[in-house]
């Protein structure tokens, strides 16, 4: 059986609106140890704020609406994981809004889904389909592909 995006989605989401300052955004993820926030108005996802789009912000009345993604994409609860691993790798994202209609449900991180590898993995010889080896580079250990 598949895995779809309503088995693995963080359903309590942390959000913020449009006229949250960028800097208490900034606050909220720090402590809340996440990395992107979705933007709602009247319980409508309307945005997708990231970590990255904080770093150019150096002052205090920035908001969340000039810097976050307007109009993210989005998959219902029944996308598979596949697709969804798809999307972010195609678009170079690390979340992905969960929504039905445009009323948001969840979302999913790529840490998600690397906990769903390891999950499906546990116990198996060969966790990965490569090998790597450690080897030393000007004082340094690096891991490369074997």
Do not use: N, W
């Not at 300052?21 to 402590?31: D, I, T």
């Not at 195609?90 to 979302?107: A, M, N, R, T």
Request: aromatic share 2%.
């Amino acid at each position: 059986m598949r895995t779809r995006a309503a088995e693995i989605m963080t359903r309590e989401v942390v959000c913020v609106t449009p006229d949250t300052h960028a800097k208490e955004a900034l606050a909220l993820m720090r402590k809340e140890g996440i990395r992107h926030l979705p933007v709602v108005s009247s319980a409508r996802l309307i945005g997708v704020l990231s970590d990255r789009d904080l770093l150019a912000v150096d002052d205090d009345t920035t908001r969340v609406d000039a810097v976050m993604t307007r109009d993210p994409v989005t998959c219902s609860p029944k996308t598979h994981v596949g697709r969804l691993a798809e999307l972010m790798l195609q678009h170079g994202f690390d979340s992905l809004p969960i929504v039905s209609g445009e009323e948001l449900k969840g979302i999913i991180t790529s840490v998600d889904l690397l906990q769903l590898l390891v999950q499906r993995t546990e116990g198996l010889a060969q966790v990965l389909p490569f090998d790597f080896s450690i080897r030393e580079y000007r004082g340094m250990s690096l891991a490369v592909p074997c």
